[in-house]
């Protein structure tokens, strides 16, 4: 029996098959990483925003708890500069009584209510976090201009990843809940954007305010 060799253009059509076998393998390895990237960063991206979400609703729940019904403008919507209507939010609540009863013992002037914010500025999100010592002054200053301040905000979220497009609070329920809408998307990475909201009731009775 005779034994014959491949033929040159036989070796020629197995070489390029096997080279687009191989090409398309690598292109689908590729495709794979790329999409399970994709998967990682919008999951990080979701998590980001859905923690910072709870944070804001954790904060927003104790509006009005144990201050007097008398007590104007527990809570306030209002914007910085450019931004988007309703794009902040002030809002303030009672220390309780424990606490009261402490600053009491220490013979203290300090204020017996707490103001918070949070507001969308430049693609930040920013939070007035609760002071060591509740000034009364800087409580009643906060009240009225906190939105339009520049100091005392600090940032809540990476900025150097992500970026808040939007950050919206709108009353529902006669004034008796809040929708809380926020977006955001990833930098490096634009075309993942992530959108969540949440409704809360504020169920500590309030008096509202609203500047449009």
């Known amino acids: 029996m005779i034994y014959r060799g491949e033929t040159l253009v036989g070796l020629l059509i197995s070489m390029t098959l096997s080279a687009f076998l191989i090409l398309i393998a690598v292109q689908f390895y590729v495709y794979v990483q790329h ?3 994709q998967v990682m960063q919008r999951l990080e991206l979701q998590a980001e925003l859905q923690s910072i979400l709870q944070i804001i609703a954790k904060d927003l729940r104790r509006t009005g708890f144990d201050l007097p019904y ?15 209507p309703n794009s902040c939010v002030i809002f303030t609540y009672g220390l309780g009584e424990s606490d009261k009863t402490k600053l009491k013992k220490q013979n203290t002037e300090e204020d017996t209510k707490v103001v918070l914010g949070y507001r969308l500025y430049n693609q930040r999100l920013e939070a007035i976090p609760q002071a060591k010592k509740t000034n009364t002054e800087r409580n009643e200053k906060t009240l009225v201009e906190g939105c339009s301040l520049r100091l005392g905000w600090e940032q809540l979220i990476d900025s150097d990843k992500f970026a808040v497009s939007q950050l919206q609070f709108k009353w529902l329920v006669e004034k008796k809940g809040i929708e809380i809408y ?12 992530y959108e969540t909201s949440i409704i809360l009731p504020i169920m500590n009775e309030v008096m509202w305010d609203e500047n449009l």
């Open 35 to 37: 999409t399970n990237l």
């Open 70 to 84: 008398s007590e104007p403008e527990k809570i306030k919507f209002d914007h910085f500069s450019k931004e988007s």
């Open 182 to 193: 926020l977006k955001g998307y990833l930098k490096q990475q634009k075309s993942l954007f």
